[in-house]
C-alpha cells in the first residue's frame, strides 16, 4: 500500500505546510489496558517518525497541536506526565533533531507552563534556529482564539502611530505563526470530525483530511496517503 502511494503521488505538488491534530493517545492505551500516559508515550515516538516521513517527502512545515489551552481541565496526574514525557523527549532527541536540519518553533503561550518546560523550549528553539531542512512548529499550550486575542492586544500595544487600522498582512506579524506559511493540509486522526481551535486563522483554505488511524499508529503510509488525497482536490481559494 505504501509503494502505491509512493508511486502515484505528484513530488512537485507537495504541500508546503502540514498541520496534524495527533489524537487518539487514550483510546489507544485504552484499547490495550494500558494507562493513558503509555499511550501518550507511544504518540511522542510516532513524532519522530512522522518527522522524518515529512524531510523525505519535502515538507516545509509541520504544525503539531500537542497541548491546547483547553487540556488543562485534564486530571493533574496526567498533565504531569506530559510535562515529564516532554522533558525525557528533548533531552534524549533533541540533538538528534538538530542533526536531522529539524528548526523547532513553539506557538502558544509559554508563561503558564512549568519553569523547567519553560527552559526546554526556549532552549530547543534557540540551538536549532539556524537549521533550515524542515520547521517543527509545536503547539504547546496553544488555542486558536486566544491566539487571535493576544495577536490583536500586541497590535494595540506595540503599533506604529501611522497605522489606524488592520489589515491581514499586519495582523499575520503578531501571530505566533509569524513568517510561516499559511496551512495547506490539515490531518486529524481518530476519526474525529472536528478542528478544536487549531490555527484558525492558518487554516482558511487548508485541506482537511480526517483519517480514523489513532495517532500512535499513524505511520509512513499514512502521511503519504493524506498527500495523495490532498493532491486529489480542487483547491479554490474561494475562486471558481
Known sequence: MLIHYKRKIDYTNIPKH???????????????????IEGHRRGAETIERCMDTAIELGINV???????????SRPKEEINGLW????????????IIIEKGVQLRHSGSLKE????????ITEAVEKSKNN????????LNYGGRHEIIHAVNEWIQKKPSHELSLTPETFE???????????????????EYRISNFLLWQIAYAELVFMKVLW???????LYQAIYEYQHRERRFGGL
Open 18 to 36: 502540514v498541520a496534524i491534530i495527533m489524537d487518539g493517545n487514550g483510546r489507544w492505551a485504552k484499547k490495550r489496558g494500558l494507562p493513558r
Open 173 to 191: 506579524r503578531y501571530l505566533y505563526t509569524k513568517g510561516l506559511p499559511d496551512v495547506d493540509l490539515l490531518i486529524r486522526t481518530s476519526g
Open 216 to 222: 500512535p499508529d499513524f505511520n509512513e503510509k499514512h
Open 62 to 72: 509541520v504544525s503539531l497541536y500537542a497541548f491546547s489551552t483547553e487540556n488543562w
Open 84 to 95: 515529564n514525557l516532554l522533558e525525557s523527549f528533548f533531552e534524549k532527541k533533541l540533538n
Open 113 to 120: 507552563l512549568p519553569v523547567n518546560v519553560q527552559r526546554i
Open 132 to 139: 533550515s531542512t524542515i520547521i517543527l512548529n509545536l503547539c
